[in-house]
């Protein structure tokens, strides 16, 4: 009994006490802007609708997140989401099969992946240069297949779009008297799903514990028989995996694409990772606190919007504002605990 008091009387760890921090914002802010603003804040379909809006940004920031915790950077990622939803675009209108378009999505993303991990983990090229020419490779190979905008033309995919999962309790009653039941696209669930897989890879599988090992020390790793290589080429790898997976949710949730479709989601995705606890560093972060990120970030913006400032500048100077609020908070809560330890 005497053990298990102890055992819980342990201080949180970094990881842990970071998540916390940012799921205790998002609750606040998320409360005050009910309270204030109210508006569809009132309704549970505006959680709802951050989600559909931002599901392939959900996906793409757990990516970051298991290659930041690692030590790593990855800016490709929003240039590797353009193309996946550019090319299943054209091959669906070429009536292609949904299913194939898919796995076009998961090949285009392992590509990308693979030739990023290799070069980085057996060439030891600097990550922020080899995923920048990724980067640029993708944006302008989607460049290279279509200049204008396209729009899915493929019955079977329409239909697949327009399937919604329907939670008629946390519906609300509109002026007409009639019940709008609250909806949820599919993409959330496979948003909601890769959340959960990539938790389970980090909290309860070797791998992920060799990605925190990784980030927290490199040369502590290899002494401790630790396959700094392989390991760092496998969080490329499932980081380009992601990409392929929000590029097919990210054309799902809007049935079109362009040239410039997913522009500035990398940085939205390292933005959320660090709000979310994940430290550039490497070795601290939490894929909870990605997801709470993510959400923090949309909902700040949303307020923006909701008070009246609807021009774009607004949201991206907010975005930097909170940044660096972030950035600031965790210094001080981490080097405050070192002086204490």
Known sequence: MKNLFKKRREPL??????????????????????????????????????????????????????????????????????????????????????????????????????????????????????????????????TILSVNPQKVDNA????????????????????????????????????????????????????????????????????LGINVKKTRFMSYLLSGLLSGISGFVLMMHTGAGNATNAAGMEMNAIASSIIGGTLLTGGVGNIIGTFFGTMTLTTIKKIVVSSGLKDPWWQSITTGGMLCFFILLQSIVLSKRQKQK
């Not at 959680?47 to 298991?66: E, K, M, P, R």
Request: hydrophobic share 55%; proline share 1%; aromatic share 10%.
């Open 13 to 142: 760890t970094d990881t842990q006490l970071l998540m916390t921090i940012t799921i205790s914002i998002f609750i606040v802010m998320y409360i005050l802007a009910m309270a204030i603003l109210q508006g569809g804040f009132l309704h549970a379909q505006q959680i709802f609708d951050l989600l559909n809006d931002n599901a392939s940004l959900i996906i793409v920031s757990c990516g970051l997140t298991i290659v930041m915790i690692g030590g790593g950077i990855d800016i490709s990622v929003g240039g590797v989401t353009s193309l996946v939803v550019m090319s299943c675009i054209l091959y669906l209108n070429k009536g292609g099969n949904v299913f194939v378009a898919a796995l076009i999505a998961l090949g285009i993303g392992l590509a990308f992946g693979v030739v990023h991990g290799a070069l980085i983990s057996y060439l030891e090229i600097q990550p922020f240069i080899v995923t920048l020419a990724g980067m640029f490779f993708a944006r302008g190979m989607t």
């Open 156 to 223: 079977a995919f329409e239909s697949l779009r327009n399937t919604k999962i329907e939670i008629s309790w946390l519906g609300y009653v509109a002026k007409n008297g009639n019940l709008v039941p609250a909806r949820m696209e599919l993409g959330v669930v496979i948003a909601l799903l890769c959340v959960i897989t990539v938790f389970v890879i980090l909290m309860f599988n070797r791998l992920g514990r060799n990605f925190y090992a990784m980030g927290g020390n490199q040369q502590s790793a290899l002494m």
